[in-house]
């Protein structure tokens, strides 16, 4: 069965520091995606970054960078020097052919950035 | 160049009353899905379209039902509301069926009374 977990409810980091958002994934499929999406509290879903299963390189996106561990199946975000305005919603998901490319979610993470 | 756009952005309805939800993709794409994001909780996916057909329906009754036009907009179709399907409707839209990323609208926040 597909499924992404994401084990951390609620991160509360400073600001200008760097914080790891953790997410892991279980698929039997070989080709898939994976994707951090960033929800402010207004509600709009942000596309943030994707990897690719067969990417060799971890992907990044400015300040945001994924740290990909195929073989420990674990897909986490890293946002460098986190700003205020990172305070959000941020949910891991993954897209793979066997379940006709539909977005599978985590629970998400609440990052509240401290001043 | 538009992102995803939906219509309306907010909606309060009944219990029983039927509801109509709106989605234009971003201009060139061809793939649109709808899911379901109750307050709190991560999106549930809802139908998956390409190229007008349905490729993918989630675990959601038959209350709910989709279609994409020739443009490749598409309408997302709830009868019979019940007090639980008040939730945040988002859109997405993707060029192709892919692992590409998606997305997303604004989305419709529907509240049922």
């Known amino acids: 069965a597909q499924k992404i977990t994401q084990t951390q409810p609620g991160m509360f980091v400073q600001e200008k520091e760097a914080v790891t958002l953790d997410c892991t994934y279980d698929t039997s499929d070989q080709s898939y995606g994976l994707f951090w999406y960033k929800q402010p509290s207004s509600g709009e879903m942000i596309f943030l970054i994707y990897?690719?299963?067969?990417d060799e390189q971890n992907a990044t996106e400015g300040r945001y960078s994924l740290n990909f561990q195929k073989a420990r199946k674990s897909a986490n975000l890293v946002i460098s020097a986190s700003q205020l305005g990172d305070s959000a919603m941020y949910f891991c998901a993954m897209r793979v052919p066997g379940s006709n490319y539909q977005l599978i979610w985590g629970a998400g993470t609440k990052l509240i950035i401290k001043p | 160049d538009a992102g995803v756009t939906q219509s309306p952005t907010h909606l309060i309805k009944t219990r029983g009353q039927h509801v109509t939800l709106r989605c234009s993709p971003i201009s060139g794409h061809k793939s649109v899905s709808w899911y379901q994001q109750v307050l709190g909780q991560g999106p549930q996916f809802i139908f998956q379209y390409y190229e007008k057909e349905e490729r993918g329906r989630g675990n959601f009754p038959d209350r709910f039902s989709a279609r994409q036009f020739p443009n490749y907009s598409s309408e997302l179709n709830v009868n019979a509301l019940l007090l639980g399907d008040s939730a945040l409707y988002l859109c997405?839209?993707?060029?192709?069926?892919?692992?590409?990323?998606?997305?997303f609208g604004d989305g419709t926040r529907l509240s049922i009374l």
């Open positions: 990897q690719g299963s067969y």
């Open positions: 997405a839209s993707s060029f192709r069926e892919s692992n590409q990323p998606q997305h």
